[in-house]
Structure formats: C-alpha cells, structure tokens
T-cell receptor, first 113, second 114 residues
Framework: DAEITQSPRHKITETGRQVTLACHQT?????MFWYRQDLGHGLRLIHY???????NKGEVSDGYSVSRSNTEDLPLTLESAASSQTSVYFC????????????FGPGTRLTVL | GQQVMQIPQYQHVQEGEDFTTYCNSS?????IQWYKQRPGGHPVFLIQ?????EVKKQKRLTFQFGEAKKNSSLHITATQTTDVGTYFC??????????????FGQGTILTVHP
C-alpha cells in the first residue's frame, strides 16, 4: 500500500547543530509539504514543493531549508537548530490532479536543547 | 496573506452532548477541508466541501460551508469518547498561485468526559 513515512520519529539535538528530517512518500504525489505543530498555533507551513526541483517558502521558513531531487522525498534541514524549533514536524503530500486532500506522515518530535 | 481562524480553541463536553467548531477565512475559499488528529497521532482527512452552502453528513458529524465560501462549521451530535482529538479546518484559497496549498486553522481540541 502507498504510504508516507517520516524519520526519525523522535530526535533530541543541541543548539547550533544541523538536523535533517526525512520524508518519503510512495503515493507518487507531486505536492509535498512540511508543517510544524505547536500548541495554540495549529499547523504552520514551513516549506512546500510542487514537483522535482521546485521548492517554496511557507509562513515560517526562517532557519529551515528543503530540496526536492526526486518525487518521493522532501527532506527538511534545520541549518543551525534553535530551541524555538522544538516542535512536532509533519510532512504531507497531495496529488496534483486530485482534490488537494493532504496525506500526513506520522510526525517527528524534535527537541532542541 | 490568507488567514483561517478557528474557534473555540478548547472544548470540554460530557459524553452525549453536542459539539460545534467554527472556521472563518479572511478570503474567499475554493474549498474547505476538515481533518481530525487523535491524541499522539497525525491529521487525517475527514471531508471536503466545495459548493457554496454545501452541507455534508458523516454519521454523527455534520459539515457546512457558508454561502459566501468564507466560513464553515463542524457539528458532532451526541459525542462519544472516540470523538476525542483535535479538529482542524483547512482552506484552499480561491484563485491566485496557492494551488494545492492549504491554510490550516489553529484547531479545536475536543475532550469528552465519560
């Protein structure tokens, strides 16, 4: 069955370190998204991609970067982790030709000490 | 930019009581979607509304899309403990270049007391 996976599921890191969160989908979806979830803020969009080699900034993109070298993967990199980036991160994908329904991965809980 | 406001942020109900969450957009929407996130889980798609004034039902859940396509509501009749979770609305902006990009409300956290 097609699915979307994230790794790691939990990560503890130190301030200033570079961290990469992986997202892999087997739906063959064109669109992929990264969100962070914090209490009181809901889901806030970090970066998104409409296809290979396409990346776009979301509303909270500072301190994050993404790259899209193939359809299946959209890794999220925190260049220099900060305590304010402690959060739960969700990756999602949607089909260009469908109803824009987004399918979410299980999430990565990141703690920056 | 587009904003989607959702109220209330929290709702505690006794099992059997009804529950409603409201969603308002600052701009006209192409469609609106609702997602449910169980505690410790990830958001899962529930339904999409596209037409002005549309009403859809899923068992005890009733979803409405406003006539102006700027607001929506989710109503749960006779809540059960399995309804516990966070309910998000997410709007797709009408027109523009935001194809496929949803703007999520802050979510309503529902607690059901047995």
């Amino acid at each position: 069955d097609a699915e979307i996976t994230q790794s790691p599921r939990h990560k503890i890191t130190e301030t200033g370190r570079q961290v990469t969160l992986a997202c892999h989908q087997t739906w063959n979806h064109n669109n992929m998204f990264w969100y962070r979830q914090d209490l009181g803020h809901g889901l806030r969009l970090i970066h998104y991609s409409y296809g290979v080699q396409d990346t776009n900034k979301g509303e909270v993109s500072d301190g994050y970067s993404v790259s899209r070298s193939n359809t299946e993967d959209l890794p999220l990199t925190l260049e220099s982790a900060a305590s304010s980036q402690t959060s739960v991160y969700f990756c999602a994908s949607s089909d260009l030709a469908a109803t824009d329904t987004q399918y979410f991965g299980p999430g990565t809980r990141l703690t920056v000490l | 930019g587009q904003q989607v406001m959702q109220i209330p942020q929290y709702q505690h109900v006794q099992e059997g009581e009804d529950f409603t969450t409201y969603c308002n957009s600052s701009t006209t929407l192409s469609n609106i979607q609702w997602y449910k996130q169980r505690p410790g889980g990830h958001p899962v798609f529930l339904i999409q509304l596209v037409k002005s004034g549309e009403v859809k039902k899923q068992k005890r859940l009733t979803f409405q899309f406003g006539e102006a396509k700027k607001n929506s509501s989710l109503h749960i009749t006779a809540t059960q403990t399995t309804d516990v979770g966070t309910y998000f609305c997410a709007g797709l902006n009408a027109g523009g270049t935001s194809y496929g990009k949803l703007t999520f409300g802050q979510g309503t956290i529902l607690t059901v007391h047995p």
